[in-house]
T-cell receptor, first 113, second 116 residues
């Protein structure tokens, strides 16, 4: 079956530091890949997505590239801000299974001033 | 355009009580989903629906029932609540046209349920 593995957390960074959050996946077929963000006390919001190999999703300074050869979708940001403190979820959507999402466990990012 | 809304936002139940969580979306989406979020577990799919009048089981369906009588609403029911159902519940919706890149799911703000 499908699965998503995220690096263990939590992660604490200083403002303006470089961020990488690793995500690898196992899937049959050709899934879409997503990063969702959850700010404290809120629901999940789509951060970025990629629908095919070598696509790069980007939003709010975050980027992730769909790497089929390494089955990865790592999230990066060059300079984090305090406002980026949140929980980040990597997920895949299986088009052969009614687009159901399979989530990673999530990782908490804290950015200190 | 409110997107996906959920009611209630918070609820405390005693073991054995029943309740219904309501999810509504105004985006004319075909697909709707119910998830639960537990610490260290990510989100797990409870039930989903691919259209009005249809429902299907997800990863953790036991103890829950759902109904989709209207396209815009998806109800999640707990007939006899148990402490193991203490969780945060999220509803989501999406369109079915995968070829157009429309498989993004849009989430509601969540319902925090505590079962004592």
């Amino acid at each position: 079956g499908n699965s998503v593995t995220q690096m263990e957390g939590p992660v604490t960074l200083s403002e303006e530091a470089f961020l990488t959050i690793n995500c690898t996946y196992t899937a049959t077929g050709y899934p879409s890949l997503f990063w969702y963000v959850q700010y404290p006390g809120e629901g999940l919001q789509l951060l970025l997505k990629a629908t095919k190999a070598d696509d790069k999703g980007s939003n709010k300074g975050f980027e992730a590239t769909y790497r089929k050869e390494t089955t990865s979708f790592h999230l990066e940001k060059g300079s984090v801000q305090v406002s980026d403190s949140a929980v980040y979820f990597c997920a895949l959507s299986d088009p052969g299974a009614n687009s159901k999402l399979t989530f990673g466990k999530g990782i908490t990012l804290s950015v200190r001033p | 355009n409110a997107g996906v809304t959920q009611t209630p936002k918070f609820r405390v139940l005693k073991t054995g009580q029943s309740m219904t969580l309501l999810c509504a979306q105004d985006m004319n989406h075909e697909y709707m989903y119910w998830y639960r979020q537990d610490p260290g577990m990510g989100l797990r799919l409870i039930h989903y629906s691919v259209g009005e009048g249809t429902t299907a089981k997800g990863e953790v369906p036991d103890g829950y029932n759902v109904s989709r009588l209207k396209k815009q609403n998806f109800l999640l029911g707990l007939e006899s609540a148990a402490p193991s159902q203490t969780s945060v519940y999220f509803c989501a919706s999406s369109n079915q046209a995968r070829g157009l890149g429309e498989d993004t799911q849009y989430f509601g703000p969540g319902t925090r349920l505590t079962v004592l």
